[in-house]
């Protein structure tokens, strides 16, 4: 008989299959960053309990193309700093992909907030435009000249923070009490450069970065790093608590609370 490909596994393709995911080589990725202080209220305004904010109103965009094996990969998030008891971080807010794997295992895994989209990263000399878009709408734009290199950083480590949830099946909040993932970035740098420039916000319904005005410019830069990173589930958080937060993960949270059709098999 053909091999039916939607049948199950053997243990030893499943063993196979995780011994080439522990071994991935270095993957390398070029980047821009642009940071920048907002209003306090606002970014105080978007972050679910437990998190808090940290004592600086701080918006981080990174927009990135990724040398995955076989195909490129553009990657980019929007995310503020916030800070989970003792420790500081980001709380993302939307994280556009160009390709589906890359959703996957983010959201399933670690709760990440990725969303498919189109990400740009164009450099001719010392220009450079970097940006995201969804819905054919370039909610965020980094635009500037290259003003000179920059000493490379150490290794450093970050955290993100993301809540990892399914929506209830009956329509009715959430499946069960949702997990807060700290997630940590363990980053390289081999080359970074600064950028003169400014930070374009558009509006979207769909990605209101809008709301997250650009008040100073604190730095942009563009480099290139290697990242690896790891997830630990800290600890539960109330449903109800994070309901309210849920339109920063959908486009059309409605959908969360339509419930089960009548009728419906």
């Known amino acids: 008989m053909a091999r039916i490909r939607y049948g199950a596994r053997t243990e030893a393709e ?11 080589p270095e993957i390398w990725s070029t980047g821009v960053v642009a940071l920048w202080e907002s209003d306090a209220e606002v970014v105080a305004a978007v972050l679910p309990p437990p998190l808090q904010p940290t004592g600086r109103p701080l918006v981080r965009a990174a927009i990135s193309t990724v ?15 916030a800070r989970h008891g003792e420790v500081e971080g980001w709380y993302p807010l939307v994280m556009p992909m160009t390709h589906e794997r890359a959703l996957t295992g ?5 709760g990440e907030p990725k969303k498919l989209g189109e990400v740009t990263l164009e450099r001719a000399g010392l220009v450079v435009r970097a940006a ?6 370039a909610f965020v734009e980094v635009r500037g000249a290259v003003s000179g290199e920059l000493a490379l950083p150490a290794p450093a480590r970050r955290t993100d923070f993301y809540f990892k949830f399914l929506p209830a099946v009956d329509g009715n909040g959430l499946d069960s009490e949702p997990l807060l993932v700290h997630c940590t ?20 319904m769909y990605d209101p970065v809008a709301d997250l005005p650009v008040r100073r410019v604190v730095e942009i830069t563009i480099g290139e790093k290697t990242t690896q990173q790891s997830g630990e589930p ?3 958080v109330s449903a109800q608590s994070l309901l309210p937060y849920l339109h920063q993960r959908y486009d059309d949270p409605q959908q969360l609370f339509d419930g089960t059709p009548e009728g419906s098999a």
């Open 185 to 204: 970035r363990r980053e390289r740098v081999r080359k970074l450069e600064s950028i003169t420039g400014d930070v374009v916000l558009r509006e979207s």
């Open 106 to 110: 983010g959201r399933e895994v670690f």
């Open 132 to 137: 995201l878009a969804r819905h054919k709408i």
């Open 14 to 24: 499943i063993a196979a299959a995780r011994e080439r995911n522990a071994k991935l």
């Open 234 to 236: 800290v600890e539960r």
């Open 67 to 81: 040398e995955l094996p076989g195909y490129p990969l553009g990657a980019g998030s929007v995310a503020v700093a």
